[in-house]
């Protein structure tokens, strides 16, 4: 098996791909839901012939080619890393991860890259109904790239349709359509995607309403707001609905991400789930300090969401660390005991196939076999390196949470005004408008915190921890890689949002 490297190495590539995946989910979200309300614009437009939606189509268009263009380049980097900073990740399972990426790249992008340059330049050069067509296809093709990344991302949440190849050390594709209709990719793909679509419709609402505190562009602005609220009305409750699903998937899957996620320690028969509390710092595996200095909970919620029962147990981290044999929950040390067994066995193994004793190889390969479920386990140094940063998780989990429920009742009440045609004339919520435009990203960037933390010290969910993942560089390699990706990256975003606030500035074209 591939050896351990050096922990600074750990830290400082994670700290890198962490680096390049946030400032990459600054970008993409937007494109999401833009590129659709991009298209319902255009659409009212064919179907109007008003000028006036076509003004305001060309300007939101240049917002999302903006965006467009810095998301493709942070996420290329990002798909090189894999092979210079997790160079043993990609050998191991390359075979599998590979494809969903491939896919992503030949279907999904290049649909995107055909119709993109007939959106933003075809007016007057094509026919109205095939900038139409092109504008949907754009906004179809983002999408479908985003699913592909959720599928393999979602495979790493959940390992499933593979096998191990104990002559290879790799794991390798078995079933493409498991991996693909994998309940946690799919509840991935459906709650990053309308998160993307509720981000963008407060995009909107933000910059419109700004506008209309300025009294500048008011129709533009009001005709904006109107699809954006309605769309982003649905999305927010369609984020709630697959918020939920992936809680319940996610309590199956990955317990302790759940457990991490509400800092529950002892498990609970009903649990109740967290709604405000205040964390104690540094709390231990097996301490019998209380987690929380304050907490106010909703009695079996938790457990309502976690087993879709109110009288149901819910494990906390000491359950899953210690093991529970009321509800045949093995501990830590005894996964890291067969998970030893295991790499001593796979070791056993390719020796004897080295040797040519056959013997040997199938005695060494039954005993891989019978633990070969908790190979990961096996390089695992402590019972509580198995437990992710609470702290993070628990507070990610309460602003994306939290924010999430703000936006529902936000989209009501802009939705009320334009009804009541009084929204012009609310200048502070207006203000609340616009400042929510911020916060947007900030419940975005928290949604993909609680993924990622959570499920530490896992590459691969209890296969592949994320020490064993990395490559083999020095550490000032990859420390220099960080800083020279966060001089880029920093210049990228500083770029992007001068060019848009020029935009805005200038405001829709003809006005």
């Known amino acids: 098996m591939i050896e351990a490297v050096d922990v600074s190495t750990v830290n400082w590539a994670r700290a890198t791909f962490t680096l390049t995946a946030m400032y990459h989910w600054i970008f993409v979200p937007l494109t999401l839901g833009?590129?659709?309300?991009?298209?319902f614009f255009l659409t009212i437009y064919v179907r109007t012939q008003n000028p006036e939606w076509k003004r305001l189509t060309k300007f939101w268009m240049t917002l999302f080619a903006i965006n467009?263009?810095?998301g493709v380049a942070t996420g290329i980097i990002m798909e090189f890393e894999f092979g210079t900073h997790w160079a043993n990740y990609s050998w191991m399972v390359?075979?599998?991860?590979?494809?969903?990426?491939?896919?992503?790249?030949?279907?999904?992008?290049?649909?995107?890259?055909?119709?993109?340059?007939?959106?933003?330049?075809?007016?007057?050069?094509?026919?109205?109904?095939?900038?139409?067509?092109?504008?949907?296809?754009v906004a179809i093709g983002s999408n479908l790239?985003?699913?592909?990344?959720?599928?393999?991302?979602?495979?790493?949440?959940?390992?499933v349709g593979m096998v191990f190849n104990p002559d290879t050390a790799r794991f390798e594709m078995e079933n493409l359509w498991a991996i693909i209709s994998s309940p946690t990719a799919i509840s991935h793909f459906a709650h990053a995607t309308s998160s993307g679509f509720l981000l963008s419709s407060l995009f909107v609402i933000g910059i419109s309403s700004f506008y209309?505190?300025?009294?500048?562009?008011?129709?533009?602005?009001?005709?904006?707001?109107?699809?954006?609220?309605?769309?982003?009305?649905?999305?927010?409750?369609?984020?709630a609905f697959t918020g939920d699903e992936h809680g319940y998937i996610t309590a199956t899957d990955q317990p302790m991400k759940l457990a991490a996620m509400e800092a529950l320690y002892e498990g609970q028969t009903p649990s109740g789930l967290v709604a405000v509390g205040l964390m104690r710092p540094n709390i231990e595996p097996g301490s019998d300090v209380d987690p929380?200095?304050?907490k106010?909970?909703?009695?079996?919620?938790?457990?309502?969401?976690?087993?879709?029962?109110?009288?149901?147990?819910?494990?906390?981290?000491?359950?899953?660390?210690?093991?529970?044999?009321?509800?045949?929950?093995?501990?830590?040390?005894?996964?890291?005991?067969?998970?030893?067994?295991?790499?001593?066995?796979?070791?056993?193994?390719?020796?004897?196939?080295?040797?040519?004793?056959?013997?040997?190889?199938?005695?060494?390969?039954?005993?891989?076999?019978?633990h070969r479920e908790f190979l990961g386990y096996g390089h695992l140094q402590s019972a509580a390196q198995a437990v992710p940063p609470v702290g993070i998780t628990f507070y990610a989990f309460r602003v994306m949470v939290g924010l999430g429920t703000f936006f529902i009742l936000l989209f009501l009440v802009y939705f009320y005004l334009m009804e009541?045609?009084?929204?012009?004339?609310?200048?502070?919520?207006?203000?609340?408008?616009?400042?929510?435009?911020?916060?947007?990203?900030?419940?975005?960037?928290?949604?993909?915190?609680?993924?990622?933390?959570?499920?530490?010290?896992?590459?691969?969910?209890?296969?592949?921890?994320?020490h064993i993942a990395t490559s083999n560089l020095d550490t000032t390699t990859v420390a220099i890689s960080f800083f020279l990706f966060l001089a880029i990256f920093t210049v990228l975003l500083i770029a992007a949002v001068k060019i848009m606030t020029r935009q805005i500035s200038i405001g829709p074209e003809g006005e």
């Not at 562009?217 to 409750?237: D, E, P, T």
């Not at 106010?296 to 000491?318: C, D, H, Y």
């Not at 419940?443 to 296969?463: D, F, H, K, M």
């Open 34 to 39: 833009l590129s659709f309300l991009c298209a």
């Open 68 to 70: 467009f263009v810095i």
């Open 94 to 137: 390359g075979d599998i991860f590979g494809a969903p990426l491939a896919i992503e790249g030949i279907v999904a992008f290049f649909l995107e890259a055909t119709f993109v340059a007939v959106m933003l330049f075809g007016w007057n050069r094509v026919s109205q109904r095939m900038h139409l067509f092109s504008t949907w296809m």
């Open 145 to 159: 790239s985003a699913l592909w990344i959720l599928v393999a991302n979602g495979w790493m949440q959940n390992p």
């Open 212 to 239: 209309l505190l300025k009294k500048r562009h008011q129709k533009f602005a009001l005709r904006s707001i109107a699809v954006a609220c309605v769309f982003g009305l649905f999305s927010s409750f369609f984020v």
């Open 292 to 294: 929380f200095y304050f």
């Open 296 to 370: 106010i909970e909703i009695p079996g919620m938790l457990s309502l969401l976690a087993n879709r029962r109110l009288e149901s147990f819910v494990p906390g981290i000491n359950d899953l660390v210690y093991g529970n044999d009321e509800y045949n929950i093995l501990s830590v040390e005894e996964k890291m005991r067969r998970g030893k067994i295991a790499v001593a066995s796979l070791a056993d193994y390719k020796q004897a196939r080295n040797q040519d004793d056959e013997e040997a190889a199938v005695v060494a390969l039954t005993g891989f076999d019978q």
């Open 420 to 466: 009541k045609r009084q929204l012009e004339n609310r200048p502070l919520i207006l203000k609340i408008g616009f400042v929510s435009m911020f916060l947007a990203y900030i419940a975005s960037q928290a949604g993909w915190i609680v993924t990622e933390v959570g499920r530490q010290p896992w590459a691969i969910q209890g296969l592949l921890p994320v």
